[in-house]
């Protein structure tokens, strides 16, 4: 069993910055790439971002400048940091993972239940 658990989020300004983290558990043989998408009420679920296991970053056309993704291997921990948030980022956010649980096993993809970003005043 693999659990992803997000947290961070919250009520925010506009403008205001938020940090989130995604960390995994369970067994895990390694992985290779991490991501945070969002669906905001109403609209298709979108990536926001990702990032491989050797540091190589995406971003939505709507992250980027805004948005930083990191992670901590060793920790099996990714993060978001958000900042200069707009009302239109109001969002669940949920973690995404592509890993192995066995050296011998398909990798496959886990997702977190999310946690909601709200921008407002």
């Known amino acids: 069993q693999v659990q992803l658990v997000e947290s961070g989020g919250g009520l925010v300004q506009p403008g205001g910055s938020l940090r989130l983290s995604c960390a995994a558990s369970g067994r895990i043989f390694r992985i290779y790439l991490m991501g945070w998408y969002r669906q905001a009420p109403g609209k298709q679920r979108e990536l926001v971002a990702s990032i491989t296991a050797s540091g190589t970053t995406t971003y939505s056309d709507s992250a980027k400048g805004r948005f930083t993704i990191s992670s901590d291997n060793a920790k099996n921990t990714w993060y978001l940091q958000m900042d200069s948030l707009k009302p239109e980022d109001t969002a669940n956010y949920s973690c995404?993972?592509?890993?192995?649980?066995?050296?011998?096993?398909?990798?496959?993809?886990?997702w977190g239940k999310g946690t909601l970003v709200t921008v407002s005043l």
């Open positions: 995404n993972a592509g890993l192995k649980q066995d050296r011998e096993e398909e990798s496959a993809y886990h």
